[in-house]
């Protein structure tokens, strides 16, 4: 098993496949893992011809809480342009579950044990 195989139990699955962890901040009582999406452009544009062109702003969400500590995710997004038309294009993510500022997952999980 990989250290990637293992970050999949704890983190969601779309993170590790489409972010790279570029820094973590760890005190008392929280973590703060820090992301930016992969230099890959969005498989729905494959037939463009599209180039990075910097991040989106950061969002933050919180995730499940780890060994008793809260968990926040800092996202930066990827904004892609169109070289022949310079549209600015981004992926359609689904990170953030509406009305909370935490992961979609963590949100169910939450709304499951309340009842």
């Known amino acids: 098993m990989t250290s990637i195989d293992l970050l999949k139990f704890i983190l969601p699955d779309f993170l590790i496949e489409n972010f790279e962890i570029v820094s973590a901040a760890n005190s008392e009582e929280?973590?703060?893992?820090?992301?930016?999406?992969?230099?890959?452009p969005p498989k729905e544009f494959d037939v463009l011809e599209l180039v990075s062109k910097g991040f989106l702003d950061e969002i933050t969400i919180q995730d499940f809480p780890l060994r008793g500590k809260f968990v926040y995710l800092h996202i930066k997004r990827r904004r892609w342009t169109n070289k022949t038309n310079g549209e600015i294009i981004q992926r359609d993510w689904q990170l953030v579950a509406k009305g909370t500022r935490m992961t979609q997952e963590f949100a169910a999980f939450l709304k499951e044990i309340n009842r």
């Open 30 to 40: 929280n973590l703060h893992l820090y992301f930016e999406e992969k230099v890959k």
